[in-house]
Nanobody
């Protein structure tokens, strides 16, 4: 069974850092592009960033550019989201998702989803 499992969420003060992980299992996700999305209460799920299947290409949303980075280790089937200089508006449930397409920000293009991990940034 294909599965993506996020971890690493928690409570952090504004200006702090967190590193989220997405563990892939059940199939080879090495040929998939992996993205991070987030959803705050009462808001739509929004694109955070995506990394290509080779790990050499990334695209980040303007709201997190320069603060968040994505990396992946295909040998360990793990994708990371490093979040620095966190702000209160980064508070959300963060999801990883997989797609065969690259550079797509719409949730409709993503086939596999994790269950999400909560990130809370206190101001």
């Amino acid at each position: 069974q294909e599965q993506l499992v996020e971890s690493g969420g928690g409570l952090v003060q504004a200006g702090g850092s967190l590193r989220l992980s997405c563990a892939a299992s059940g199939r080879s996700f090495n040929s998939y592009n992996i993205a991070w999305f987030r959803q705050a209460p009462g808001k739509e799920r929004e694109f955070v960033g995506v990394i290509g299947w080779l790990g050499s290409r990334t695209r980040m949303a303007d709201s997190v550019e320069g603060r968040f980075t994505i990396s992946r280790d295909n040998a360990k089937n793990t994708i990371h989201l490093q979040m620095n200089s966190l702000k209160a508006e980064d508070t959300a449930v963060y999801y990883c998702a997989a797609t065969k397409l690259f550079n797509v920000a719409s949730t409709t293009h993503y086939t596999y989803w994790g269950q999400g991990t909560q990130v809370t940034v206190s101001s």
